[in-house]
């Protein structure tokens, strides 16, 4: 009965995930479609361009601890409605920007801006609204999400072909001003009481980790989240063109196109057959997938079904690592101060998918490719150690307040 009333409206979900459409599509996707065009406008690089993207990464995974008080303090959705005005406002000082410098500054504001909108604040978002149910509306969440890309990239790359990098800036900006700033007021109003955060007055979630677990608790979930997102931003950056490297020529990109498919069908799967599945596990299967992936390319080298193995396995795991994120946290800790807890994660997961091309790139061109990808799937190797243990810990599931 309890969990009916708690139930998080269908409309509210559909529109975050629009929202995480066009965040994650705006500010994130359509990034490396239009980057040649920002550096030979600017006078620039590629390669500098791409250097102040990673270091606007790194600013938002500094920004993120304070975001996430922000969210406990105010409630997500009003966060989020900010959120999107300063998109819209760092999205138009993109276009105008004349020289590298300002285009730096702008993206870095962006960056900021994106922690305000996307993810982080969005499970958020779905914590305060029912915190009973929000790690079912998660995944539906993640799966409606999962398609920014797909949509992004085709739409960056037709827009590009008639229109500037500013004039697309533009547009972006007016997305995020017309479509998300509305729909994150809309969820606000009716999320809060009183002017507090919904979560104050619904039934919470009461964390599985015992009081004395949780300090030693949070540095294992961030440790491991960390190192699941080193491992995907080093993949990912270079997946292409690594690929090419180990001896697939054009098929790289063919390959590389299974790794969409396969997050999306990974949410599919969780969302119909895993829901009696507890979140330790969820991520323990995340961490095992992405370390099989990268290891299957270790092995088995230039082997296509090998390779195609690969993406799958990367694409599954990335597919659940997402709603893990959201789902882990609020199982071990509860919902109370959900907001800060998944900031702190955050920052760390930000970081070092910040460091994680070059430091990878570095060590591919000093050692070599194999010894890139076997040092990257040790490291996701220690995230796996880091869920079990944390798993080991909990003395039992999460439950709600009577």
């Known amino acids: 009965m309890s969990e009916r009333r708690n139930a998080i409206p269908v409309a509210v979900v559909s529109a975050l995930g629009l929202t995480q459409i066009i965040g994650y599509g705006t500010l994130y996707y359509s990034f490396s479609i239009l980057a040649p065009g920002v550096a030979h406008d600017l006078g620039a690089t590629v390669e500098q361009v791409f250097a102040v993207f990673s ?91 999962g398609f920014a890309s797909t949509i992004f990239w085709p739409i960056a790359a037709q827009l590009h072909e008639d229109f500037s990098w500013r004039t697309i800036y533009l547009l972006y900006a007016g997305l995020n001003l017309l479509v998300c700033m509305p729909l994150h007021y809309w969820i606000a109003r009716p999320g809060r009481t009183e002017g507090r955060p919904a979560n104050k007055t619904k039934f919470p979630v009461i964390g599985a980790l015992p009081e004395g677990s949780r300090r030693r608790g949070m540095i294992m979930v961030s440790l491991a989240f960390a190192l699941q997102g080193f491992t995907l931003s080093a993949i990912l950056t270079h997946m292409v063109p690594m690929l090419g490297n180990v001896g697939f020529g054009a098929a790289a990109v063919v390959i590389d196109a299974l790794f969409g498919p396969s997050q999306v069908l990974s949410r599919l799967i969780n969302m119909f057959f895993g829901q009696d599945l507890p979140p330790p596990s969820l991520a323990t299967l995340s961490a095992v997938l992405i370390v099989t992936g990268v290891a299957m390319l270790a092995v088995f080298g230039a082997w296509v079904p090998g390779a195609v193995a690969f993406a799958v396995c990367l694409g599954l795991g990335s597919g659940i690592n997402s709603i893990a994120q959201g789902s882990l946290p609020l199982w071990l800790f509860g919902s109370e101060s959900y907001g800060v807890i998944t900031g702190r994660m955050a920052a760390s997961r930000l970081a070092a998918g910040a460091m994680a091309p070059f430091v990878f790139s570095f060590v591919m061109e000093t050692f070599g490719i194999n010894v890139a990808l076997v040092a990257n799937a040790c490291l996701g190797s220690v995230g796996i150690a880091a869920f079990v243990a944390v798993s080991q810990s909990t003395k039992r599931r999460a439950i709600v307040a009577p």
């Open 55 to 145: 270091a606007s990464l790194f600013i938002g995974g500094l920004s993120a601890p304070s975001i996430g008080k922000w969210l406990d303090r105010f409630g997500a959705a009003t966060v989020m409605t900010v959120g999107s005005a300063i998109s819209a406002l760092t999205l138009t000082l993109c276009a105008w920007s004349p020289n590298l410098l300002v285009f730096a500054v702008a993206i870095m504001l962006l960056e900021v801006a994106s922690g305000m909108v996307q993810y982080q604040a969005a499970f958020a978002a779905l914590v305060e609204r029912g915190p009973q149910t929000a790690s079912r509306s998660i995944t539906h969440l993640t799966l409606i999400g």
